[in-house]
């Protein structure tokens, strides 16, 4: 198979380190920080610093907006579930000026969707400096759930659980990268590649998924790229360059434009 990838942005993404930057104001459950090569959608942490040896994670933090003027970004805050631990007690502390944001602490860790082997050798092998959790680990998850077709609260959880920063989907001839804790776009980069052939849900060397009796994720999936494109836009549907994409590949009249939240 021959494949060319096109991985500037992707390789702008994981070439850099993860991002350290005081808090520098707190309303409610947002925040504001200096935004230098942030997108939205990068997910972290807040970590307070008691004294010059003792600290702790307090709370989760995401990128919600930037703001290019002032290169300042505004970050949701949200309790930090990275480290979930029923039998042990955990802190109330709250979010304040001057603790610690780091935003793509784990970007290093990536864990990729491919529609069969050769694609997923051929895209592992370009993108450097990149630890790959490798499919079968995500699949051996979806059938401890009994998930045959992948939810988008898998990925979350599998990541959140494995410190995994990065999910690459590979369909449509695109490369998208999304934050792997909140499904949330950051680039798309194009590939020309030959995805005729089809392992569903993704590539993996697991032979079958255990299924539930019922309930959402119990069925086998059926169609690769309808549902990977789906789940995409259903949970980015504010996003222009991908309604943009979308409907250059498929069509104005494609039902994926549906789902977006403005109109042209």
Known sequence: MRILFFLGLTLGLLQASFISTPLLSVEGSRGAIE?????AGMSGFVVRHFDATHSSIIANARVSQITLSSNHATIELSPYDGLRQNSL?????S???KDEVIIAYDYAR????APNEDT???LTKSIPNVEWIHPD?????LSHEGHPTPLVSDFNQFCSAGSIGLLFIHSAQTLFTLDCKNFTLLQST??????TQLILPFYSRVPEIRADWWGEGSSKLEHYHPYYLQQLVLNNSNNKELYTLIKEKFGATTPLLHHFNFKE
Request: glycine share 4%; net charge neutral; proline share 10%.
């Open 35 to 39: 935004a230098p090569e942030l997108k």
């Open 89 to 93: 007690p955990s802190g109330t502390w």
């Open 95 to 97: 979010p304040k000026v």
């Open 110 to 113: 990536a864990l990729l969707i």
């Open 120 to 122: 997923y050798i051929a």
């Open 137 to 141: 680990i995500f699949a051996t998850y």
């Open 190 to 195: 194009t590939s020309i590649t030959n995805d």
